[in-house]
């Protein structure tokens, strides 16, 4: 399978992980995703959207970019705000809202990483499990 590619430009604005949420269950199933990855990778797209949308330093009118790769082996979805960068940080154990995105991300994608090419790089990879998403869980235990 040669890679497939998606490209979204989103406003920045708060319809956009909800936007960008829809565009991945789309692809999910466009693609027979596993549920399991289905989920995954909705979830993860939500949460680095929302951190395009509330965090960098950048003019509000400017997009957020969502792109999405698939190969035979690897669902790649990268994030690109205009803003300034930044450099993760441990989650605090203290702290009790909000500072779960990146960390989530760092637990479930296989290899994640930011960088500042072109703004502000947010990118994750998923291993790709090519079951159907649309099977139920039971289905897909067989």
């Not at 509330?54 to 979805?77: F, K, Y």
């Not at 989530?104 to 500042?116: E, P």
Request: hydrophobic share 35%.
């Amino acid at each position: 399978m040669s890679p497939e590619t998606l490209r979204l430009e989103l406003k920045r604005n708060r319809q956009a992980p909800a936007v960008a949420r829809a565009a991945a269950s789309g692809r999910c199933e466009g693609l027979g995703l596993s549920m399991s990855v289905c989920e995954t990778l909705i979830l993860l797209v939500s949460e680095v959207v929302s951190n395009a949308v509330i965090h960098p330093n950048a003019p509000p009118d400017t997009p957020i970019v969502l792109t999405t790769s698939i190969t035979d082996d690897t669902v790649r979805v990268t994030v690109t705000d205009t803003g300034d960068g930044f450099v993760p940080q441990p989650r605090k154990p203290d702290v009790t809202q909000g500072g779960y995105g990146l960390h989530i991300v760092g637990k479930t994608a296989r290899r994640w990483g930011v960088d500042r090419l072109g703004g502000t790089r947010v990118w994750f990879e998923l291993p790709r499990n090519t079951r159907p998403c649309h099977q139920s869980r039971q289905e897909s235990r067989r």
